[in-house]
């Protein structure tokens, strides 16, 4: 069953999966062969992504060490850019750790198993969405920076559910 803009992974009936995703239903078929990337052009922009996150999570980290050595900075706007770089490194530590994962480990074994590949999607929409939240200035920071990205994440989680069952 192929419906447009679905990648999919042909499983065999003994239970061995192509090694290949098929990707066909996802690209335009007027596009020009010239537009699509190489694989030379993909690993430089991959190790230019990896520097770039390693790069954010350590000034993320000096900042934090800043943040919490001094206590003589301490006020509620610190407190929020504590927060937010706080949001940035976890951020950071997910991404470098899921395409290590993904990339630098053979992981065919377990791909039925969506919820490797969900979690670490829901923990950086979770990061981003907090970053976003402590942002705005409001009497209880702390609850509208974690708990209602989390309350959002719920629902996305919840309303995907299913999805994410079906593919398992």
């Known amino acids: 069953m192929l419906s447009f803009g ?18 066909s239903a996802c690209v335009d078929n007027s596009v020009d062969e ?29 900042a934090l060490l800043i943040f919490i050595h001094y206590k ?9 850019h504590t927060n937010i770089v706080a949001c940035f ?7 470098l ?9 053979d992981i065919r074994g377990i791909e039925e198993i969506m919820l490797i590949c969900s979690i670490p999607m829901l923990i950086l929409k979770y990061c981003i969405c907090a ?15 974690w708990g209602i990205p989390a309350i959002l994440l719920f629902i996305n989680a919840t309303m995907n559910l299913k999805e994410v069952i079906s593919h398992s």
């Open 34 to 62: 010239t537009d699509i990337i190489s694989p030379m052009h993909a690993e430089i922009m991959y190790w230019i992504y990896v520097v770039g996150y390693i790069l954010s999570l350590i000034f993320c980290t000096i």
């Open 72 to 80: 003589s900075l301490s006020c509620l706007r610190n407190r929020i």
């Open 89 to 95: 490194a976890v951020h950071n530590v997910t991404w």
């Open 131 to 145: 970053a976003f939240f402590w942002m705005i200035r409001f009497w209880m920071c702390s609850t509208i920076g």
């Open 97 to 105: 750790l899921y395409a290590l994962l993904t990339i630098h480990f």
């Open 6 to 23: 679905k990648a999919f992974r042909y499983c065999h009936p003994d239970g061995t999966w192509d090694t290949v995703g098929n990707y």
